[in-house]
Structure formats: C-alpha cells, structure tokens
C-alpha cells in the first residue's frame, strides 16, 4: 500500500496551478483590438456574407429597375406622344371595366415622359403578413383611353427583385434577416476600414494591388482595395438599407436628436357633398400651390368623407419619386394640409434622403452608378475573403502538422 504525503502532494499542486495560470495569462495578454475586429470580421462575413451578396447584386439592378421594367414591358408602359389629353374620369372608367378587382381605384401614376402610359392601381385585398401595398395595374394610353394591358403589380419581374432584395422572398423572417445584414455590415464597413489602415504610413501600398504577385497576395490586396475603395458608398446603402426593413428602430432613435414627424394618415375633408370635385381640378388647385412642381401622383378618397392626396417632386428634390404632398378637400378642392420637403426639420429631412441614398439619386447619375457598381462589391469581397481564410486555416494546419512531427 503506498503512502501520499500530505506535504509534497500540496507542493506539487503548487507547482501546477501557476503554469495553467501563466497560460491563461498568456493567451490574454495576446488578445489585442485587431485581434478581436479581425474574429469579429470574419465571423460577420461566413455567417452573413451570402445575404449581403444578394442584396448587392440585386440592388444593382433596382438602380434602374424602373427603366428595366419599362423596356421588357414596352407593350403596355410605352405609348406614342399626342397633342391631347383624355379626362382623366374617363380613363378611370375604363381602367375599372379592365381591372379584375372590384372596388374602387386607390391612385393612379400620373406619366413622367409623354410616351409613357397612365398606370391606375387598385389594391388587392389583405392576403396575409406581407401584402399590405398590394397592388392591381391597369395601364392605360392617356392620349385615346385605350387599356394597354393589366397585371399584378407583384408578378413583374422588378418587384421579384425588389421582394428578393429586401426581405428574401420571405416575410417577416426575411425582412429581419436582410434587416439585420444591413446593420451588420455597418460594422463589417467600420471593422474593415480599421483593419485596413495602414500603421506604417505606407499608403501607396494600402492602396493599390501590387504587381506580378502571387495568387494569395493578389487576391489579398484585391480584397482590401475592393473595400476600401466601396466602403463610403457601402455603408451608406447599408444605413438607408436598415432603415427600410426597421424604420420603428430607426426614427426613435433619429427622433432623439430632431424631430421626425409621420405622414398625415386619413385626412378628412372638411366640407360635404354629393359628387368630388374633377380630378382635373384638384390636381390644378395643387399644381398652382407649387407651381414648378412635377404631379407624379393622385390618391383617391377612401370614402364619402376622405380627401385626394397629391403628390410630386419639386426641381430641388434629390429623389425621384417626390416628397412634396398635399391633401385636399374632395367637394371645394380646399388644400388641407401640405407636406413640403423644403420645410423639413433636420430630423425629417434626414429621413427624407435615406430613399435617394439608397439607391444613389443623391447624386445624381454619378451616384447611381456608384451605387451600381459597388452592389458587385459584397459579393467580391466574400470571394475573396474565404478564400483568404481557407489559405491561412490551410497554412496554419501544416504548421501544427511540422510542430507535432518536431515533438515526436
């Protein structure tokens, strides 16, 4: 039978526990900030990379989705210019013998060119999570009220992208999972740009991708200049991009800092009466409030006690589809409320341009552009990125493979 000593088996036990200490210690004293945003960069990138390509790629055609959808349905968008207008009553009537949704028109898209066609949308009927804005188009030629075609609005091939782009086709997991990748890539942009800074002042280098080098350094640099040279552009897209999928998130927290004021919902008119005024007419009364302005839009009064709403953009107005909107008293055309743009607070201008910064129409052409080109980057970037990462674990793996063989 053996016999511990109590006194060398409390040495020994000395003598353990500061190595296993001593290791720890070691460990954490080489966590270092770039340490610990090159993890978090990586992890971002496998776990979230893939979305981020998708609404990269698809962003890129939504930059001009509009004049896409345009050309592949020529047939009922585009209309040969006239001298003369049909009543806009008239169309109306037409569009609703056409349109297979019973119930009355909720706007109708004024065109923007004159060879383009009127288009009257009807909503479809609540059909679960996801088809609030559901829309019916009936497009009709303005010149002879002749109905050029109708469609689901969700069946065109642009708003496919669109539902792809924003909420994966899937609603509402999808829409808090692009949601999500957007504010993560604020962070993936910021953890970059860090990575990336050059701490020996040799810029040039950071900048560029070095000549007649191997394939691990070329594709290296092309990552790094890839993200740097997009990473302003990118995280712009991104801010606007989460906004959209949570704007409950985004407003409060803008609100904090200036006030953000929602759109008037269901403004009542003041008057009564037993037939509206013309459509003609309301859109007259608005267009002499801002003269200069381009009518792009005119909401329909839900009910006998309901207004028009008209809405438009104004000459300095950076996004397309305008923010200038009026309410108007459907019996005596009485503007009851506006909504100019050129009045905003900084907290509701803010919000404002988050639409044409998303897509680059803050810009202007050049902007949309940027953006254009920069929705290949994500994918880039993730191409790039796993195939660095798959080279250093590779590299790492036979390192570990030379230090076991030196020990045996």
């Given amino acids: 039978m053996s016999v511990i000593d109590p006194f060398t088996a409390k040495e020994n036990s000395i003598v353990h526990r500061p190595v296993a200490s001593t290791k720890r210690l070691e460990w954490l004293q080489n966590i270092t900030l770039r340490k610990v945003l090159l993890k ?8 979230l990379g893939l979305f981020l390509a998708i ?9 001009y989705g ?25 169309i109306l009537a037409t569009a609703d013998q056409v349109s297979p949704i019973k119930h009355p028109a909720h706007h109708i898209q004024l065109p923007k060119h004159p060879d383009e066609a009127l288009i009257v949308r009807y909503q479809v009927p609540h059909q679960g999570p996801g088809h609030n804005h559901h829309f019916h188009e009936v497009m009709v030629n303005p010149y002879n009220g002749q109905a050029l075609g109708h469609r689901d609005r969700s069946d065109s091939l642009i708003n496919f992208i669109l539902r792809l782009h924003y909420k994966l086709l899937v609603d509402p997991f999808g ?30 280098q950071a900048l560029v991708i070095k000549r007649n080098a191997s394939f691990t350094r ?16 990118l995280f712009a897209v991104s801010l606007s991009g989460f906004y959209f999928n949570f704007p409950d998130v985004f407003k409060p927290a803008v609100n904090v800092f200036s006030s953000v004021h929602e759109v008037p919902r269901a403004v009542k008119s003041k008057t ?18 801002f003269p200069e302005m381009q009518l792009q839009r005119l909401y329909l009064p839900a009910d006998a006690h309901g207004s028009f709403m008209v809405s438009g953009k104004q000459p300095n107005e950076t996004r397309s589809k305008g923010a200038t909107m009026l309410w108007l008293d459907q019996y005596n055309g009485e503007i009851l409320t506006v909504r100019d743009p050129n009045q905003f607070a900084a907290g509701d201008a803010f919000i404002n341009i988050q639409l044409p910064l998303h897509n680059g129409e803050i810009l202007g052409t050049p902007g949309q552009i940027a953006v254009l080109i920069v929705g290949f980057a994500p994918l880039a970037l ?22 076991s063989a030196k020990t045996q």
């Fill in 55 to 63: 609404a990269g790629l698809t962003g890129s055609i939504l930059v």
């Fill in 382 to 403: 993730l191409i790039t990125g796993i195939i660095h990462w798959l080279k250093k674990r590779a590299s790492r793996r036979i390192h570990h493979q030379r230090l």
């Fill in 218 to 233: 070329f594709n290296f640099d092309l990552h790094k200049t890839v993200g740097i040279y997009t990473a302003v552009v």
């Fill in 40 to 47: 978090l960069h990586l992890y971002i990138s496998l776990w």
């Fill in 272 to 289: 009564t009466g037993t037939e509206a005024l013309a459509y003609e007419t309301i859109l007259s009364n608005a267009q002499r409030r």
């Fill in 66 to 90: 509009e004049e896409i959808d345009h050309w592949l349905n020529s047939d009922i968008l585009a209309v040969e210019a006239g001298s003369s207008l049909q009543p806009l009553q008239n």
């Fill in 175 to 204: 829409k808090w999972l692009m949601g999500i990748t957007a504010l993560l890539t604020l962070v993936l942009t910021m953890t970059g740009i860090y990575l990336w800074w050059p701490k020996t002042g040799k810029w040039l």
